[in-house]
């Protein structure tokens, strides 16, 4: 018996909704097999991550299938906008390895075209001039339950709004006083549909056209009419314009212009996080956190600052996907994808976040010899280093303690630990002050056991990181941490006085400015990260560190804590 199931399309295998969409228009000739797609932010604040995912979607798409990514930004609501983020979008989009060759453009470009367009509207009978206020709009357009009612100026005739119009935008007018509607369904189930608003009068300087116009488009009339000039082929949007989709498509088809296939997925959201530009403007003009480049924000340029790298962002992006279905990614998963490269990537180094003093008392006083140190295990070709040591180091604070627990492996009175690459020390006295405060401890050495050497074979179970004191470079280290304490921070009830502000973590920065580490971290560079043994990854940071008073920032801890932190939780 022959096999009558159908062929296996493989061409479809491993590609998401959005690439299928694609691939079947490109196979049915649709838009004549081009691909043109646009990234079209508003110059209204910075990027966060959950942008860097339509960046990686939009770009990405219009590479793979041999077409085109234009930067658009829509700027029509000059009140809110500026020349700083224009320049900070762009810096971004490059830093994350995207770039649109000479396709920039902005909706501002086409203030002249839309304004044709809406004459063309209401000389169809499809636009109007309302004089309503925006309240009265409001309470006009109904409800999601409840049909709105008709405006008492939308049976105007076609020669009054075109003058009215004219002189809208001829400055005649104060704000708020007019506003130009489509002419669509009062009654309409989807509220989008209930004549929208098109223009209204805003006396803001424009950043780009200056004072040429009083009267600026919605987002929602600009938008699909700029992707039809641009001649898009596929709109790609989040899932919150799916509803706005019905009126993108009857301004296209009631103009008669080239029409996008306008296409939505679900945007990112992460735990412990919020993704609202409301909100992080809040976080910001609040002043609970330093600013928009602060290394615990999920900007962008936040994130760059912390030590991400370009590479982990677009392989968590790549990891997560694309899909119809709104979810919440752990950030457990970026931390993980930043932490597997510099894994692989950063030279280990020695650094000391809360120092105390050991004398090695049978060290000689003036003696200073240099131990081979490995860069990295996972990478023989980094090399090694020659790190100082002398009569004189520094331990962590935390890594000795007077009267240990059991299966304490650290330093302690009378107890022997290895340096690391370094000798065997063992406590023999505890210096405090009249506090009670340890202040310096006094050990002594095995010489048998310089360099990593095991004498008669002994061993010991703890092994302590290191700074030599005469060659210490002293340093302030930033451990940054989740900003919130709560896996879904945004999530509360403010009916009830809640208020998400509070689920902020206390400890989400931690700052040892006293930290010292080997000297070779004198000239850290923003362009290097390392692994601070036991403590985690770290970076200069690019705003305060300087030659000679380095400030590190924790990028990522070695392990993710915090899932051991849910784990004991139940989450």
Request: with cysteine.
């Amino acid at each position: 018996m022959s096999d009558t199931r159908p062929e296996k399309d493989t061409e479809l295998d491993g590609l998401d909704f959005i690439r299928r969409i694609v691939v079947e228009h490109k196979r049915s000739g649709r838009f004549a097999g081009k691909v043109c797609t646009r990234f079209p932010p508003e110059p209204n604040g910075y990027l966060h991550i959950g942008h860097a995912k339509a960046i990686s979607v939009d770009f990405g798409i219009a590479s793979e299938f041999e077409g085109i990514c234009n930067l658009r930004f829509d700027d029509t609501n000059p009140s809110r906008e500026n020349t700083e983020y224009v320049d900070a979008i762009k810096y971004d989009i490059r830093w994350l390895g995207y770039d649109w060759a000479d396709r920039e453009h902005y909706a501002s470009d086409y203030f002249e075209k839309l304004y044709g367009y809406a004459v063309q509207l209401i000389r169809a009978g499809k636009a109007y001039v309302d004089s309503l206020n925006a309240d009265e709009i409001r309470e006009h357009r109904g409800t999601p339950t409840e049909a709105g009612r008709n405006s008492p100026y939308r049976d105007r005739t076609i020669e009054e709004n075109l003058d009215l119009f004219s002189r809208m935008r001829a400055g005649e007018f104060d704000d708020g006083a007019h506003v130009l509607r489509a002419k669509i369904d009062m009654a309409h189930p989807n509220i989008n549909m209930r004549d929208p608003t098109m223009y209204r009068i805003r006396r803001h300087h424009h950043h780009r056209t200056g004072d040429t116009w009083c009267i600026y488009p919605t987002y929602d009339w600009a938008h699909g009419q700029s992707d039809s000039i641009e001649a898009v082929t596929h709109s790609i949007c989040t899932l919150e314009f799916e509803n706005h989709r019905p009126l993108y498509d009857w301004f296209l088809d009631e103009l008669g212009i080239h029409h996008p296939q306008q296409i939505e997925f679900a945007r990112l959201n992460l735990t412990y996080t919020v993704m609202s530009k409301r909100k992080l403007l809040e976080l910001v003009t609040g002043q609970y956190v330093e600013s928009w480049d602060d290394p615990r924000m999920p900007t962008i340029c936040g994130l760059r600052r912390r030590g991400y790298t370009p590479s982990s962002i677009r392989k968590f992006l790549t990891r997560i996907g694309v899909s119809k279905t709104e979810s919440t990614i752990d950030l457990s998963l970026l931390e993980y994808c930043i932490r597997e490269e510099l894994n692989k990537t950063a030279p280990r180094v020695m650094v000391v976040l809360d120092p105390v003093k050991v004398v090695i008392t049978n060290y000689p006083e003036d003696g200073t010899e240099y131990f081979e140190a490995v860069n990295n295990p996972e990478d023989a070709s980094a090399g090694t280093r020659s790190v100082a040591f002398s009569r004189e180091v520094y331990i962590e604070r935390s890594d000795f303690m007077m009267d240990p627990p059991k299966k304490y492996f650290r330093l302690s009175p009378g107890t022997e630990v290895r340096l690391k690459h370094a000798c065997y020390i063992t406590c023999t006295d505890v210096i405090t002050d009249d506090a009670g405060s340890i202040t310096e401890l006094h050990c002594t050495y095995d010489p048998e056991s310089r360099g990593g050497g095991t004498p008669d074979n002994r061993k010991v179970r703890g092994t302590l990181h290191w700074v030599s004191a005469a060659h210490a470079v002293s340093a302030e280290v930033r451990v940054y941490d989740h900003l919130f304490s709560t896996v879904n921070p945004a999530q509360v009830n403010e009916e009830a006085g809640e208020n998400w502000l509070e689920n902020l973590n206390p400890d989400s920065l931690v700052r040892h400015e006293h930290a010292v580490c080997e000297a070779s971290l004198n000239e850290a560079s923003v362009d290097n990260r390392y692994q601070f043994l036991r403590h985690g990854y770290f970076i200069a940071d690019a705003k305060d560190s300087t030659p000679g008073k380095p400030v590190f920032n924790r990028i990522v801890s070695l392990k993710d804590t915090w899932a051991k932190v849910q784990k004991k939780e139940g989450v």
